[in-house]
């Protein structure tokens, strides 16, 4: 089996680390780069900093025994993302903008992909796990709202993130397609 994480920020790094007992091929896409503020809510380490986090989050796993992961670290665009993500048996989806969760839906309903995707609110007050035949993408961020970056929502985003790799599991162990929304109150199954 093949996962692709697109998008290995807080939520899909996480995540990532989480999904690494799967007999799978765990594939990282993500351009950006690993600044020291990330390393409070996302699953890097100081020798990360400034490298790619695709690459520096499958440097991490391959420490690990067993593991076998690949990384991309450019931006998913409409030209690559046939490429990139064409041969996945299973699509996460963990950016953090409206246009890319939009071109990911759009290849993977065309592609016929699996694809499930993780998001947490603005305010940090919770999370969803949808699968895309659910998902309805929220508006873009405005300027100046709340992000994860201070690790304010660090207990919410391990929860999101532990939630979306059971997801995963329960995905390529058994086929079922689990949705849940997460509050650091209760996680709640929101579909059988």
Sequence with gaps: MRIVFCGVGAIGSTAAVLCRNLEATLVFIDFDRVESKNLLAQAFVKPSVGKNKAEALKLQLLNLHGVKAEAFGVRVTRDNVAALCGSADLLVDCFDNQASRLLLSGFAREANKPLV????????TFGLVRWDERFVPDAEDTEGQATCEGGAHLPLIGQLGATLARVVQDFAKHGTRRDAMVSLVAVTP???
């Design 117 to 124: 995707h993780a998001a947490l609110a603005a305010d940090g």
């Design 190 to 192: 929101t579909s059988a």
